[in-house]
């Protein structure tokens, strides 16, 4: 970020902590342009950049106050971006480490195991034990392939509820199905 755009961020967000509404949404509408451009150059996929960018921006107006005016803004703001990428590939990670990737386009169930076969009835079993919502949640991520984003829009939830309910739901099946959590190994 130039100095210029940085001292007019620095002025509007000053501004914003003493309660002017109008120089917040300002700031955070400008401010959105540079994370936006900056989190693009670091991560390929536009749907992720775009949630990253939903992160940084609560990041931000949770630790507003943590800003001091008397410094420039352009530091503070890419200490948050820095750190929710960070945030980002290290879920990455740990997803691409414990979840089978769902195929294009798939609409078979992912687990690919003949219906008569004992372990694809123990699933099913298990899925008719587990709350209709945890269940519709899983059966919609993992079975029919949707994302978090199209499984909200679709049952009318939040994102952070749907990852809530498919968490609780795939910790209910593995007390069901007698599946150990794998714990992590420390060298």
Same mark, same amino acid.
């Given at each position: 970020?130039?100095?210029?755009?940085?001292?007019?961020? &620095?002025?509007?967000?000053?501004?914003?902590?003493?309660?002017?509404?109008?120089?917040?949404?300002?700031?955070?509408?400008?401010? @959105? %342009?540079?994370?936006?451009?900056? #989190?693009?150059?670091?991560? +390929?996929?536009?749907?992720?950049?775009?949630?990253? #960018?939903?992160?940084?921006?609560? %990041?931000?107006?949770?630790?507003?106050? %943590?800003?001091?005016?008397?410094?420039?803004?352009?530091?503070?703001?890419?200490?948050?971006?820095?750190?929710?990428?960070?945030?980002?590939?290290? /879920?990455?990670?740990?997803?691409?480490?414990?979840?089978?990737?769902?195929?294009?386009?798939?609409?078979?169930? #992912?687990?690919?195991?003949?219906?008569?076969?004992?372990?694809?009835?123990?699933?099913?079993?298990?899925?008719?034990?587990?709350? /209709?919502?945890?269940?519709?949640?899983?059966? $919609?991520?993992?079975?029919?392939?949707? +994302?978090?984003?199209?499984?909200? %829009?679709?049952?009318? $939830? +939040?994102? +952070? &509820?749907?990852?809530?309910?498919?968490?609780?739901?795939?910790?209910?099946?593995?007390?069901?199905?007698? #599946?150990?959590? /794998? @714990?992590?190994?420390?060298?």
């Amino acid at each position: 970020m130039d100095s210029d755009r940085d001292r007019r961020l &620095a002025l509007l967000f000053a501004r914003a902590q003493r309660g002017d509404v109008d120089a917040y949404a300002t700031f955070l509408g400008e401010a @959105s %342009t540079v994370i936006r451009s900056y #989190v693009a150059r670091r991560i +390929s996929s536009p749907e992720a950049t775009e949630d990253v #960018v939903q992160e940084i921006l609560i %990041t931000m107006h949770r630790a507003r106050h %943590t800003y001091n005016v008397a410094r420039p803004v352009g530091p503070w703001l890419y200490a948050i971006v820095d750190h929710r990428i960070a945030d980002f590939y290290r /879920q990455a990670k740990r997803i691409d480490r414990n979840e089978v990737p769902i195929r294009e386009g798939a609409v078979e169930p #992912v687990y690919d195991l003949p219906r008569q076969d004992p372990r694809a009835l123990a699933i099913d079993e298990a899925l008719d034990r587990i709350p /209709q919502v945890q269940r519709r949640v899983i059966e $919609m991520l993992k079975i029919n392939g949707l +994302s978090v984003k199209e499984v909200a %829009t679709r049952m009318e $939830m +939040s994102e +952070s &509820a749907v990852k809530i309910a498919a968490f609780r739901g795939y910790e209910s099946l593995r007390d069901l199905l007698g #599946v150990k959590r /794998q @714990s992590k190994q420390t060298i």
